[in-house]
């Protein structure tokens, strides 16, 4: 199991390019469910899911999310629930609630590369305009959009160029000498 | 030479529009690299959606120059690379201009 866990958190990617076959509503309750098991700060629990598999709403998603490449057959809507922070006192300056996001992000990633789905995150939204499209009650405020379908080939996707690192490259073990 | 008013569909310019407008906003939140990264995107997009349309010379343009475009959005990481591409695009660019809209050489 370790082997098989590690493998899929090395081989994902993300995906910009998808084709315009339909994501399974089935698959999409499992990426939900695993969703929901992605560890939050004091087991706060404020991320709240906007499923979105409609096409003309994903359009309309698209049309203001100028950081989304793709057109996904399906997308996840990631909010922060205020009501749900101020239930447990949180402060509106901590920022405990961006890690729940990445954390919830992260666990769904790996859920639909796990279902041999493509996904990739959008983060670059106009997010007032997210809330009108959606019709989001007062108390959600959206922060990241989980994009999934099913990824076009490698030779379509956009190459991200990077510098290849590896943990070594960032990694220091211990405490730093004064020198 | 077409009609301007035949290159786009109003639905056509209504995107284009959201999509200028929403980055205008979400600039602020990316990192400063991203904006010039939009302003490419959407200047693809454009010459996506027209291309069909155009006359041949600016068509030409397009052809010509989508092989260097797409090479850009791949290298955005680098520096110094995507400036030089994008330079390379931008005196493509000017070299149309001055052929379409230049005067007679002076001197």
Redesign the interface.
Known sequence: MAEAMLDLIATRRVVRVMTDQPVAREDLERILDAGRWAPTGGNVRSVRFVAVVDAPTLRLLRMVSPGMFQRPAAAIVLCIDRDALEAERESRTDPTPAYDIGTTLQTMLLAAHALGLGAGPVSSCAWAAVSVVLNLPDNLDPRMIVCIGHAAPPKEQLPMRAPKVTWRDLTHWERFSDA | MPDATTLLTEDEVI?LF??L???A??QL??PCA?ASM?LL?AAEDLRDRVIERVGPEARELFEQTRPTSAFA??????VAVYTATLDELCAATARFLVERFGGPDVG
């Open positions: 995107e959201a999509f407008m929403t980055s906003r979400s939140d990316d991203y939009r995107t959005q791949t290298h955005t990481n680098d």
